[in-house]
C-alpha cells in the first residue's frame, strides 16, 4: 500500500515543482489542492509493517548525508583520502561546527539519482573508505572534538578488490577504535543500517535512529536465501529479523527514534531536520558534560547492557 501512495505522492510533488518554478504561490488555488490531495495520500501511511519501514529506508529521494551536512552544520571542510591507498566516495566526512561546536562528521554515502549512486558504490565502501572514516575519527579523538556518524548502508562492498585491500580488517579496526575513544561518539541510522559495514561506524555512546530507518545483521533478502532459500520471502523476514526503529530501541541497541514526517523524510525535509538538530543537541549536550572517563565507561555499560 505504502508503495502505490508514495506513487501518487510523487506524481503530485512533480506538479507541485513545475508550477513553482512558473512562479504559482504556495496559496494558489491549484497548489492548495494539490496539497490536501497529497495530505489525503499520506494519511494512511501510518501503522506500516517492517517491509513498508524498509521500502522507505532504501528510498532515492531519502535526504542523505550531504543533506544533514549542509542542514545542521556550518563550516564543514571535507577531508579526503585514506592515506594509504585512495579515496573512496562512498565515505564522506570531515570538521564542521554544530551550533558553534567544533565537530568531526562522517558517514556512508548515497546518492539521488542512479549517477550519483554508481559514483558513490551505493553505499558499500571499501576498505579505503573505512580508513578514511578511521583517520578523520583518530583526529577528533586528538584533539577532542565530539564524533557524529551518519549510517546508511546495504553492508561494505563485497568484491574481490576490497577483500584484497583488508575489508575485514579495516571495519574491525575501525570497531576496536571507537570502542576506545574518550571524546563523545553519536550514531545515528538514517536508512539501512546492514552488516558489518554499518558497524563499523556504529560503536558509539549513544545510537539514534530515524523513524523508518532499519539496522539488523544483513538485509531481508539475504536472510531470507540464507534460511530458507527463497529471497522472494524477504517480506516475512522483514517481521522476523526486528530491524525496525521501535524493535532496536525495545531491544536496547537504539537509544532514541527521530520522528519523521508521514510518508518518510523525503516528504518534507526541513521539519526532519529540526527533530535531528534537537535530538543530536540533547544528547551532545549530555555526552559533553560528562568526563573522558566517563565517556568510555558509558560506552561499555551501552554495549554490555544490549538484549
Known amino acids: 500500500m505504502i508503495r502505490e501512495s508514495l506513487m501518487e505522492v510523487g506524481r503530485i510533488?512533480?506538479?507541485?515543482?513545475?508550477?513553482?518554478?512558473?512562479g504559482r504561490a504556495e496559496d494558489d488555488q491549484e497548489m492548495?489542492?494539490?496539497?490536501?490531495?497529497?495530505?489525503?495520500?499520506?494519511?494512511?501511511?501510518?501503522?506500516?509493517?517492517?517491509?513498508?519501514?524498509?521500502?522507505?529506508?532504501?528510498?532515492?529521494?531519502?535526504?542523505?548525508?550531504?543533506?544533514?551536512?549542509?542542514?545542521?552544520f556550518t563550516d564543514f571542510f571535507e577531508q579526503r583520502g585514506d592515506h594509504l591507498y585512495d579515496d573512496d566516495p562512498a565515505i564522506y566526512g570531515g570538521i564542521a561546527r554544530f551550533h558553534g561546536i567544533p565537530v568531526s562528521v562522517v558517514g556512508h554515502r548515497k546518492g539521488h539519482t542512479?549517477?550519483?549512486?554508481?559514483a558513490y558504490n551505493f553505499g558499500?565502501?571499501?576498505?579505503?573508505?573505512?580508513?578514511?572514516?578511521?583517520?578523520?575519527?583518530?583526529?577528533?579523538?586528538?584533539?577532542?572534538?565530539?564524533?557524529?556518524?551518519?549510517?546508511?548502508?546495504?553492508?561494505a562492498f563485497p568484491g574481490i578488490d576490497a577483500e584484497e585491500h583488508g575489508q575485514g580488517e579495516a571495519i574491525a579496526r575501525n570497531m576496536a577504535r571507537m570502542s576506545s575513544y574518550h571524546v563523545p561518539v553519536i550514531s545515528i541510522v538514517t536508512g539501512e543500517?546492514?552488516?558489518?559495514?554499518?558497524?563499523?561506524?556504529?560503536?558509539?555512546?549513544?545510537?539514534?535512529?530515524?523513524?523508518y530507518a532499519v539496522y539488523s545483521v544483513l538485509s531481508p533478502e539475504g536472510f531470507a536465501s540464507i534460511l530458507?532459500?527463497?529471497?522472494?520471502?524477504?517480506?516475512?523476514?522483514?517481521?522476523?529479523?526486528?530491524?525496525?526503529?521501535?524493535?532496536?530501541?525495545?531491544?536496547?541497541?537504539?537509544?532514541?527514534?527521530?520522528?519523521?514526517?508521514l510518508g518518510g523524510g523525503q516528504e518534507n525535509p526541513k521539519r526532519l531536520?529540526?527533530?535531528?538538530?534537537?535530538?543530536?543537541?540533547?544528547?551532545l549536550s549530555a555526552l559533553m558534560a560528562m568526563s573522558p572517563g566517563e565517556l568510555l565507561r558509558d560506552k561499555r555499560r551501552k554495549f554490555r547492557g544490549m538484549q
Not at 506500516?48 to 544533514?68: C, M, Q, Y
Not at 579505503?128 to 577528533?140: P, S
Not at 516475512?236 to 536496547?252: G, P, Q, S, V
Open 13 to 22: 510533488n512533480m506538479q507541485m515543482e513545475e508550477l513553482r518554478s512558473k
Open 32 to 72: 492548495l489542492d494539490l496539497s490536501m490531495e497529497k495530505a489525503r495520500l499520506l494519511r494512511p501511511c501510518v501503522n506500516l509493517t517492517a517491509e513498508d519501514k524498509v521500502f522507505l529506508a532504501r528510498k532515492i529521494e531519502r535526504p542523505h548525508i550531504d543533506d544533514f551536512i549542509k542542514a545542521l
Open 114 to 118: 542512479a549517477e550519483e549512486n554508481v
Open 124 to 155: 558499500m565502501a571499501k576498505p579505503e573508505g573505512y580508513r578514511k572514516a578511521l583517520r578523520i575519527m583518530d583526529q577528533a579523538e586528538k584533539f577532542g572534538r565530539p564524533i557524529i556518524t551518519f549510517i546508511d548502508t546495504p553492508g
Open 193 to 211: 543500517g546492514s552488516s558489518g559495514g554499518a558497524l563499523a561506524l556504529g560503536v558509539c555512546n549513544r545510537l539514534l535512529m530515524l523513524e
Open 228 to 261: 530458507w532459500k527463497d529471497s522472494s520471502r524477504h517480506a516475512e523476514a522483514c517481521e522476523i529479523m526486528k530491524l525496525t526503529a521501535d524493535d532496536i530501541r525495545e531491544a536496547n541497541v537504539a537509544d532514541e527514534v527521530i520522528p519523521e514526517p
Open 273 to 283: 531536520y529540526g527533530s535531528m538538530d534537537m535530538a543530536i543537541e540533547k544528547n
